[in-house]
C-alpha cells in the first residue's frame, strides 16, 4: 500500500502569507495526487487534481506541483477563508490514500 | 449537483446498518463513487469504490469482508452495506463521486455529500 506523509501537521500563518504544505508517497505515484480543503463541520472540497490542475472555480491563489514522491501545495496569499485543514490524496492505485491533513490556522 | 447520504445512526456492535447516497443533478450512472470516513477528530480514510458499472469494487482492508458496496442506478442511489460492525467503525461517513465519469474510478473527488454519522456503542 502507498503511504502518505503530510507536512507540517499545523501551520501558523497571517492574512497575505505565503504557505507550502508538503505531501510525500511512499512510493511513485506519478502525478496522480489531489488536494481537498476541509472546514470544521464541513465536507471536504476538490482543490487540485492530477497534482498542479486547478479545479473549476478554485482561486489562483492556489496551486500545486511536483510528481513521483514529492508533492507541494500552495496558497500564495492566504485569505481570511483560507483557515482549514488541508489533505493530499493518491489515487494512482488502490487501496486510495489520504495525508494526515495540515491544519492552517491562525498566527 | 448534489449527492446526499442516510441511514446513519447509533448501533450495538456486531450489528448491521446500511448506508444509502442519493444523487441530483447529475445521472449517478456514469460515475464510481467513493465512500470516504472521518472519526471524531480524526482525518480522511478511504472505505471503498464502487465503479460507474457496478463491476469494479474495492474496499480498504480494515473494513474488507464487513462492508459491501452496491448502486441501482434506476434510482440514482449508491449503497454500503456495513455488518459486523465495530468501535472503530464510528465516524462520519460520506460518499464522494469521481472526476471522471465513463472511466475506471480514481481521478479524484469532486463532489461531496454532507455526510451521514454512525456511532458503533453499546
Known amino acids: 500500500d502507498i503511504q502518505m506523509t503530510q507536512s507540517p501537521p499545523t501551520l501558523s500563518a497571517s492574512v497575505g502569507d505565503r504557505v507550502t504544505i508538503t505531501c510525500r508517497a511512499s512510493q511513485s505515484i506519478s502525478n496522480w495526487l489531489a488536494w481537498y480543503q476541509q472546514k470544521p463541520g464541513k465536507a471536504p472540497k476538490f482543490l487540485i487534481y492530477k497534482a498542479s490542475n486547478l479545479e473549476t472555480g478554485v482561486p489562483s491563489r492556489f496551486s500545486g506541483s511536483g510528481s513521483g514522491t514529492e508533492f507541494n501545495f500552495t496558497i500564495t496569499s492566504l485569505q481570511p477563508d483560507d483557515f482549514a485543514t488541508y489533505y493530499c490524496?493518491?489515487?494512482?492505485?488502490?487501496?486510495?490514500?489520504f495525508g494526515q491533513g495540515t491544519k492552517v490556522e491562525i498566527k | 449537483v448534489q449527492l446526499v447520504e442516510s441511514g446513519g445512526g447509533v448501533v450495538q456492535p456486531g450489528k448491521s446498518l446500511r448506508l444509502s447516497c442519493a444523487a441530483s443533478?447529475?445521472?449517478?450512472?456514469?460515475?464510481?463513487i467513493h465512500w470516504v470516513r472521518q472519526a471524531p477528530g480524526k482525518g480522511l480514510q478511504w472505505v471503498a469504490t464502487i465503479g460507474y458499472d457496478g463491476n469494479k469494487k474495492y474496499y480498504a482492508d480494515s473494513v474488507k469482508g464487513r462492508f459491501t458496496v452496491s448502486r441501482d442506478n434506476s434510482k440514482n442511489t449508491l449503497y454500503v452495506q456495513m455488518t459486523d460492525l465495530r468501535a472503530e467503525d464510528t465516524a462520519i461517513y460520506y460518499c464522494?463521486?469521481?472526476?471522471?465519469?465513463?472511466?475506471?474510478?480514481?481521478?479524484?473527488?469532486?463532489?461531496w455529500g454532507q455526510g451521514t454519522t454512525v456511532t458503533v456503542s453499546s
Open positions: 490524496q493518491q489515487y494512482n492505485s488502490f487501496p486510495l490514500g
Open positions: 443533478g447529475f445521472s449517478l450512472r456514469s460515475y464510481g
Open positions: 464522494a463521486r469521481d472526476r471522471l465519469e465513463w472511466l475506471p474510478p480514481g481521478y479524484g473527488m469532486d463532489v
